[in-house]
């Protein structure tokens, strides 16, 4: 399966076009208590992430996202840094739900990772 990756925008360049746009901005963890959990589904095991984009530090609705990956991870790109690839898609993912312009909601580095999967 190939895909066009020249629409797609990393997660850095994501969250420094949004810290740009809200220059009070912040990430977070969705609940600071419990950052991720670790969930069975089918038979196998995910870390799920949710995460949070507060416009300043008063946001009463902040732009909310979950990402997850399967663990023990299936490429180089996501085995031993599961939840850290969990946290940065869904970090990308709350540049979009708080307004950023995109195409594509996943960004290359999750296409990537997928295309390289068994």
Same mark, same amino acid.
């Given at each position: 399966m190939s895909f066009n990756m020249d629409d797609y925008v990393d997660v850095a360049e994501r969250m420094r076009k949004i810290k740009e746009i809200f220059p009070e901005g912040v990430f977070r963890p969705?609940?600071?208590? #419990?950052?991720?959990?670790?969930?069975?589904? =089918? !038979? @196998?095991? &995910? *870390?799920a &992430?949710?995460?949070?984009f507060y416009?300043?530090?008063?946001?009463p609705c902040p732009a909310i996202a979950c990402a997850w990956e399967e663990v023990p991870g299936r490429t180089p790109y996501t085995k !031993?840094?599961? @939840?850290?690839?969990? #946290?940065?898609?869904?970090? =990308?993912?709350?540049? *979009?739900?708080? =307004?950023l312009a995109s195409k594509k909601i996943a960004s290359a580095d999750e296409i990537k990772a997928r295309q390289e999967a068994p």
């Open positions: 969705a609940n600071p208590n #419990e950052p991720f959990k670790v969930v069975e589904i =089918g !038979g @196998l095991t &995910y *870390i &992430y949710t995460a949070a416009r300043d530090p008063f946001d !031993g840094s599961e @939840l850290m690839n969990a #946290e940065t898609s869904a970090w =990308g993912r709350c540049a *979009i739900a708080v =307004g």
